[in-house]
């Protein structure tokens, strides 16, 4: 991407909070012409993602956050997933939503940990369904909810509920977001809020973020997502990336291998019906084969889908949230491709695989269609 930004001096941030003034993704800033610059590679782009924004910012203490309350720097210096994310009067982004409608897929409010996260991302929906019909997701922050309040979202027009569970067993969990330095989640209170989200927007209208490289192994994540799957429930991936100056900044990226390996096998058994027990581990829990026709495997390679971005959709099912440099830099191929990847990109994508040493044979799809997971891109089979 190359973009030319105009930044305000930081100090002038400070007292611009929400609900009145809100960050959004660079990609955002792009889409809504608050920043001028394009992407390298011209795409369909429409999914704009928010944050809210707070002096004092988040004050949660995750390991692997940009916005982390014990990493260095002030709050308005921090990077959220390593780019900058402009901070914009919130009115003024609702013009520009109402402005560039045709061509918005998604939008999302993201909470932090915050003492006014639940009126203030009321306040913002409120502005934001009243003006434009694009879907809103909330990805939504647990210490601040209970079930009245998400009724209160629901009504308020929202339609999907994330949630940032990242790290995907208790244990890591505990690791990496309760037992830190300031400020502890808690993994009982962050399910309590998935099965409240779950009875209140229904089948597929929730999801979890679930990221990859934070320490847990394979079988761990496919363990989570057959979870959230037999519930209706999206898993959506993440890859880890380290952040600088996070606990966790100077810990290695997930391995190519690892992360494409995995795309594949949550997409054979969400959306292929490939059964749990034809993914086999070994002694660590890293995935070493897939027992399944081989022609179905190449099929689910060759349709390009299981390697685009996981995220909510749009009205009409196709992919919404594409968070374009959500899992990579901007100078970097694609971790998850906001556009359907196809010729050159797919065959580095299949060298990267090695299927030969991955797929063995084995049975066909065992989970009936009606009980796989919807395209997660909402996209209709061809
Ligand atoms: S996938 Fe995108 S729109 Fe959906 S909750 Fe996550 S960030 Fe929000």
């Known amino acids: 991407m190359s973009a030319t930004t105009v930044e305000l001096p930081l100090t002038t941030t400070l007292g611009r909070q929400s609900p009145d003034w809100v960050r959004i993704s660079y990609a955002s800033a792009l889409a809504l012409r608050f920043r001028s610059g394009r992407f390298t590679q ?53 013009r520009r939503l109402v402005r560039h409608e045709d061509k918005l897929t998604r939008l999302c409010i993201s909470m932090v940990t915050h003492g006014r996260a639940y009126p203030d991302t009321l306040d913002i929906a409120g ?33 999907m509920i994330g949630i940032g569970l990242d790290a995907v067993t208790e244990d890591l969990f505990r690791a990496l977001r309760s037992d830190v330095p300031k400020g502890g989640l808690k993994w009982s209170q962050y399910w309590q809020i998935v099965d409240a989200a779950r009875a209140i927007f229904g089948a597929w209208k929730v999801n979890c973020h ?11 994540l496919m363990g989570i997502f057959a979870r959230l799957l037999d519930r209706q429930i999206f898993a959506y991936l993440f890859c880890f990336n ?6 966790m900044g100077d810990l290695p990226k997930t391995s190519l291998q690892r992360w494409r390996r995995i795309q594949l ?48 959709p749009s009205s009409g099912g196709e992919p919404g949230c594409t968070r374009p440099m959500g899992s990579w830099r901007p100078t970097e191929a694609p971790r998850d491709f906001p556009w359907r990847p196809a010729g050159a990109e797919l065959d580095q994508i299949r060298a990267v ?28 089979p061809e």
């Not at 916005?67 to 210096?77: D, F, I, K, Q, V």
């Not at 002694?283 to 349709?303: Q, S």
């Not at 695989?353 to 797929?359: F, K, M, R, Y």
């Not at 084995?362 to 996209?379: I, N, T, W």
């Open 210 to 220: 679930t990221l990859v490289g934070l320490g847990e192994n394979d079988a761990d």
């Open 242 to 247: 380290p952040e600088p100056d996070s606990r």
């Open 127 to 159: 502005r934001i369904t009243s003006s434009v019909a694009t879907p809103l997701s909330l990805l939504v922050a647990p210490p601040t909810l209970n079930e009245a309040r998400l009724r209160a979202f629901r009504d308020a027009g929202a339609d």
């Open 353 to 380: 695989l090695n299927l030969d040493g991955l797929v063995r044979p084995g049975p066909g799809p065992s989970r009936p269609p009606e009980l796989c997971a919807p395209p997660a891109a909402g996209r209709v």
């Open 265 to 312: 096998a949550k997409f054979l058994l969400e959306e292929r019906g490939v059964a749990a027990e034809q993914f086999r581990y070994d002694d660590t829990g890293a995935l070493v084969r897939i027992h399944a026709p081989r022609e179905l495997v190449d099929e689910a390679v060759t349709d390009g889908h299981a390697f685009m971005t996981n995220g909510c």
């Open 42 to 94: 011209p795409f369909d782009f429409g999914g704009i993602n928010l944050l809210l924004s707070y002096d004092r910012g988040c004050l949660s203490d995750c390991g692997y956050c940009g916005l982390a309350r014990n990493r260095p720097g002030g709050y308005e210096e921090k990077s959220f997933i390593r780019v900058d994310w402009p901070l914009v009067e919130t009115d003024e982004l609702v």
